[in-house]
């Protein structure tokens, strides 16, 4: 069976790098006009965009560029409500993976949380993690420099998170409130887990949160993993993994001719069953997204689906591993240790493919021993992945709750 996997690995991989790797993503054309411009402004609400260098303005949208310790240059944006008033308590929101900040922009006003937020008097910032076509600066490389994806979430929540808090931290002199979707709820869980950021989070918002994986049940993604597709990347040095290039196109052209693979809703083969996708969103994902990873970022998620463990990128080499972390295996991230009286509002959905229902009852347990009234836990038994940024209905069924859980910190 092992010989038969690699076989087809083979066939898939060498397939995909006889495909000129081009993209045709409208981010790119947002990122060139500005957010601001280019979507923000059309909508009617006030845009403005400002490198860090320049004069910030008082109110409305600005685009900063943060520093990471290693290097990147990541893009924010803030907004705040045209109306003004509201505490301006700053709200980080932080994109999973294959996104960018747009995230929280597909749905209409009134719908998008990001807006949503801004209505109610937050002071919104969103962020565009490295390696996204908003957040492609580095001091020293660039994107097609094979050190530049030397990178997978590790560096995100150590680097990118860290950073990027600090940074709204020193603006705002005032703590604030995290909202994650997917892998951008395991940067905050693990930058937590291990003592960081606590003394400037209020509370920490988990829409879906990608912890342990080892129940995922995506059919894509799966398959993925069990054909080893991203080590076949990362062997044939293939470090940066490009939804929208040539040789991801093809991987998927062919993943989806595999008789346990049903590609003819991929948004479903992928994330699972959604409820309630509203068609302008799709539209919209369409057209920003998705968004470009580290084939090193892959691999590691691979790593985590198959031990169904939350531990630190394994380079399969001890004495790699004792190089980088001072001991033979990697250091687990222990979700026992998340503060007990930080605020946490989790929701996750009976059918997600990416954050299963098995997966999250096991990061429950692990925070059996948080302050009750500290935690506040939301299932929705139809939901699945992308529906809680892009449903019709979400607005009511989870960012209204999301609002009220809000206003007590």
């Known amino acids: 069976m092992a010989r ?33 411009r280019s979507v923000v402004e059309p909508l009617g609400y006030s845009c403005a965009e400002h490198k860090m ?28 409500s045209n109306s003004g008033g509201g505490s301006r308590k700053p709200v980080l929101l ?8 747009m995230t929280w922009l597909l749905l209409p006003p009134g719908q998008n949380l990001a807006f949503l937020l801004a209505d109610n008097g937050y002071d919104v910032w969103i962020v565009h993690g490295r390696g996204t076509t908003s957040s492609r600066g580095h001091v020293s490389y660039a994107p097609d420099d094979r050190a530049y994806w030397d990178w997978s979430w590790d560096e995100l929540a150590a ?47 988990l829409l879906c949160p990608v912890a342990y994986m080892h129940h995922m049940s995506s059919l894509l993604m799966r398959g993925s993993i069990n054909l080893f597709f991203a080590e076949g990347f990362y062997w044939l040095k293939i470090k940066e993994f490009d939804p929208n290039g040539g040789p991801a196109q093809k ?78 295996s990697p250091p687990v991230y222990d979700m026992t240790r998340i503060p007990k009286d930080l605020p946490l509002f989790l929701t996750y959905g009976g059918t997600d493919g990416i954050t299963s229902d098995k997966d999250v009852q096991i990061l429950l347990g692990s925070l059996k021993d948080h302050m009750g009234d500290k935690l506040v ?17 979400v607005r009511e069924k989870v960012y209204d709750p999301l609002l009220g859980f809000l206003k007590q910190y």
């Open 4 to 36: 038969i996997l690699q076989l087809v690995l083979w066939f898939l991989v060498c397939g995909m790098v006889m495909v000129d790797a081009t993209s045709q993503n409208f981010s790119a054309a947002a990122a060139g006009n500005g957010i601001c």
């Open 53 to 80: 260098n320049l004069q910030e303005s008082l109110f409305g949208w600005y685009l900063f560029q943060v520093t990471t310790k290693d290097g990147y240059i990541l893009s924010m944006q803030r907004i705040a």
């Open 94 to 101: 932080q994109h999973g993976l294959f996104m960018d900040g």
């Open 159 to 205: 680097q990118d998170l860290p950073a990027t808090v600090d940074y709204i931290h020193d603006q705002t002199k005032q703590k604030l409130h995290f909202v994650g979707h997917s892998q951008g709820n395991l940067l905050a869980l693990a930058a937590v887990s291990r003592g960081h950021l606590v003394n400037k989070l209020s509370s920490a918002t």
């Open 251 to 328: 991987f998927l052209e062919k993943m989806c001719k595999l008789p346990f693979v049903d590609c003819s809703n991929l948004m479903t083969a992928l994330t699972g069953k959604n409820c309630c996708l509203k068609p302008s969103a799709m539209d919209s994902f369409l057209k920003y997204e998705p968004q470009p990873t580290s084939t090193k970022n892959l691999l590691h998620l691979s790593q985590m689906v198959r031990r169904g463990t939350i531990a630190m990128y394994d380079y399969d080499n001890e004495g790699q591993n004792v190089k980088r972390y001072g001991q033979p």
């Open 377 to 393: 836990t939301q299932f929705i038994d139809n939901y699945a992945h992308a529906d809680y940024v892009m449903a019709d209905n």
